[in-house]
């Protein structure tokens, strides 16, 4: 199975910040990959497809990036709404999910 | 607007069949890939499995021999059984729509979770 490393596992910020998540596959996946928000209690939102597409509703100021092993999630200025849990995921079989980055309020 | 309703026993002893289903409104099952995703209390996600509205499925590995997902497209809706099921597969369970009409692209639409709990 891939393996996805996300970093950091939990991220204090202020709002306005920007804020970079970097998730990191242990082998080549293309651009197979998406980015998720959750909130507690709830179900993951879809934010990024194909590593770099912006899924149709999301602020512009979500953006995604990167390649092969090496992914990153920014959020160009941090908003009250965003604090939340972002993982990444891979899609090729069997698909798998990163750990995780916890964003919380600084 | 798609939206996706898990049902299902939300107690399953040790050893039984865990048994749930996803009923999709506002839109066709036709046409796109369904799928059971899993987190476990304050933990992160696991995919289970994901078939397509023709019937062909794809599962994890690591529960393949305890999984069957199926589709009812007469009642726009698809299932996932696990059998023999442990303490360890106590979680939320998630059924979500692939978008793009392909499995690459992720999940767009999932339904509120299911919270499964294994206990005698």
């Known amino acids: 199975d891939i393996q996805l490393t996300q970093s950091p596992s939990f991220l204090s910020a202020s709002v306005g910040d920007r804020v970079t998540i970097t998730c990191r596959a242990s082998q080549g996946i293309s651009s197979y990959l998406a980015w998720y928000q959750q909130k507690p209690g709830k179900a993951p939102k879809l934010l990024i497809y194909?590593?770099?597409t912006l899924q149709s509703g999301v602020p512009s100021r979500f953006s995604g990036g990167g390649s092969g092993t090496e992914f990153t999630l920014t959020i160009s200025s941090l908003q009250p709404e965003d604090f939340a849990t972002y993982y990444c995921q891979q899609l090729n079989s069997p698909q798998t999910f990163g750990g995780g980055t916890k964003v919380e309020i600084k | 607007q798609v939206q996706l309703q898990e049902s299902g026993p939300g107690l399953v002893k040790p050893s039984e069949t865990l048994s749930l289903t996803c009923t999709v409104s506002g839109g066709s099952i036709s046409s796109y890939y369904w799928s059971w995703i899993r987190q476990p209390p304050g933990k992160g996600l696991e995919w289970i499995g994901y078939i397509y509205y023709s019937g062909s499925t794809n599962y994890n590995p690591s529960l393949k021999s305890r999984v069957t997902i199926s589709v009812d497209m007469s009642k726009n809706q698809f299932s996932l059984k696990m059998s023999s099921v442990t303490a360890a597969d106590t979680a939320v369970y998630y059924c979500?729509?692939?978008?793009?009409?392909?499995?690459?692209?992720?999940?767009?639409?999932w339904g509120q979770g299911t919270l499964v709990t294994v206990s005698s």
């Open positions: 979500a729509r692939a978008a793009n009409y392909d499995f690459w692209s992720g999940y767009d639409y």
């Open positions: 194909a590593a770099s």
